[in-house]
């Protein structure tokens, strides 16, 4: 029973440290889609 509860702790950790990786590369897309849109403006001027 121990051995269960302590697999289901370390894939939840695991879970969880992935999705702060998907949320941190989420955030740096949406910074570099951003720049990319400033870029543009810039260069239609």
């Not at 697999?7 to 951003?34: D, I, S, T, Y």
């Amino acid at each position: 029973m121990l051995t269960i509860l302590g697999e289901l702790a370390a894939l939840a950790a695991l879970g969880l440290a992935l999705a702060g990786a998907a949320a941190k590369a989420a955030q740096a897309e949406r910074a570099r889609v951003r720049a990319a849109a400033k870029r543009n403006a810039r260069a239609r001027r």
